[in-house]
């Protein structure tokens, strides 16, 4: 039988139509001007509703500027990266993995025109690889991260602080006469103890910081963003929280605890032994009870008689390229030094609380200005970083009333102030849109 034959471009067409990848061709603005079959079938859409759609409307909300960033430099720079993975949203809302191959189409004369993307669904693979990733990195009987994982994590944070430069400390805790709790009642009784210590635990850290399981009854926290006075304070208040709370048959555990900051270019193994050997003269001084390394204390009063006991640190890796967000930016960290230092030396309390009042203030100017400055950009989630505004500025005020009232909660407001108003929301929150910044005024 003679082979069909084909007219002009029809093989191309053809070829293009029912080739089992998932390819679009995309303008120099983002804009979907052709798809195949396999294409929408992988987002669900017709080939006209993709043909109504920019990339921008299918990238995840959370990537989108960083996505959208290098799709601008892609279009300028014929050495940007051709081959990767992204998140991206199916007309369901199913959030789908693929694995992504851009290439730019030119013309003769070598100007870009448009772009030819194919993609293809890792999802399923994606979904088992992270699985097994949790499943290889969490202790079975707790929840909490297992020794393998969270000693892969305090070296990720690690390598995260040297960048950023910001403090990291760890606390070593091991359950007081723990093996008398397994004679008495049994390793059943002694297994739900386990894991009710690791539900209180994790109710007295925050969002940030990580629980691991190094082996038996001894545990790790990782507070990250913190030093050592706000690490004593998180093991002080699961010390008095595990000391008052009754397990099943009338039960009570103690525990005796370790605490150590890291030290510039100390390394994990130097870190936890002194964190451990803290842990250990806790247990010989009478358990329950909190005990910080010798040398740390030491540091920690060096810097108070200088007057200068700083937690933040501005580093030229935070700034954003929009000068007024990165002078407010320096401003925040200025104005929180100011105010740790006034609470270190004990100052008068109507100087600490005017401290306070004039950080809060400048937050409040800063969020206002930032807000404007990303909705006159363009920034596709500024909505959505005006409501994290809106929920720290109104924490915010709670934690300052509160403070007006009762001076002993000094510890709570500077602790949401450093790790999540200021560094936590600067670090993680604003880096997001630095990218779209970036791109806009490069």
């Known amino acids: 039988m003679k082979p069909a034959t084909f007219e002009g471009q029809e093989i191309y067409r053809l070829a293009f139509q029912y080739a089992n990848s998932s390819i679009a061709l995309v303008d120099l ?58 998140r991206y949203r199916n007309k369901k809302g199913e959030i789908l993995f693929a694995e992504v191959v851009r290439g730019l189409a030119r013309s003769q004369t070598g100007e870009p025109k448009f772009f030819i993307v194919s993609f293809r669904d890792i999802t399923e693979s994606k979904r088992l690889q992270t699985l097994l990733e949790e499943r290889a990195s969490t202790d079975p009987l707790t929840g909490a991260m297992n020794r393998n994982g969270i000693e892969e994590k305090i070296r990720h944070e690690l390598m995260r602080s040297e960048r950023y430069g910001y403090k990291l400390s760890i606390v070593v805790i091991d359950l007081d006469h723990f093996k008398a709790v397994n004679d008495t009642y049994g390793h059943l009784t002694g297994d739900r103890i386990l894991r009710g210590f690791c539900e209180i635990a994790r109710s007295c850290l925050r969002s940030t910081d990580t629980l691991g399981r190094m082996g038996g009854e001894e545990f790790v926290a990782l507070l990250s963003e913190t030093g050592v006075t706000g690490a004593r304070l998180f093991a002080e208040r699961l010390r008095t929280t595990l000391e008052g709370f009754e397990f099943d048959r009338g039960i009570r555990v103690t525990a005796s605890m370790g605490v150590a900051g890291h030290r510039e270019g100390e390394e994990f193994s130097s870190w936890m032994e002194r964190a451990d050997s803290a842990m250990y003269r806790a247990k010989q001084s009478g ?37 007024l967000i990165d002078a407010e930016h320096e401003e925040s960290f200025r104005l929180i030094n100011l105010m740790m230092v006034a609470m270190a030396e004990e100052e008068a309390e109507k100087k600490v609380l005017s401290l306070v009042r004039e950080l809060f203030e400048h937050i409040q100017t800063h969020f206002t200005n930032e807000e404007q400055l990303l909705r006159a950009s363009g920034f596709p989630e500024a909505d959505a970083h005006a409501e994290i505004h809106r929920d720290l500025v109104g924490r915010a005020c709670e934690l300052i009333r509160q403070f007006e009232v009762r001076q002993d909660s000094a510890g709570d407001l500077l602790g949401f102030l450093i790790h999540d108003a200021v560094a936590g929301h600067m670090l993680r929150d604003d880096r997001k849109f630095f990218p779209w910044l970036k791109a806009n005024y490069a």
């Open 29 to 86: 603005e983002g804009n979907i001007f052709e798809a195949n079959q396999a294409c929408s079938d992988l987002f669900g859409c017709t080939s006209d509703e993709l043909k109504r759609l920019n990339l921008l409307d299918l990238w995840v909300p959370e990537e989108r500027a960083e996505a959208l960033a290098d799709f601008r430099r892609a279009a300028k720079d014929s050495k940007s990266e051709t081959v990767f993975e992204r």
């Open 287 to 323: 358990r329950n009870r909190v005990v910080l390394d010798g040398g740390d204390i030491e540091r920690e009063a060096a810097s108070k008689a200088q007057g200068a006991q700083v937690n933040l640190h501005w580093s030229p890796s935070y700034y954003s390229g929009e000068p």
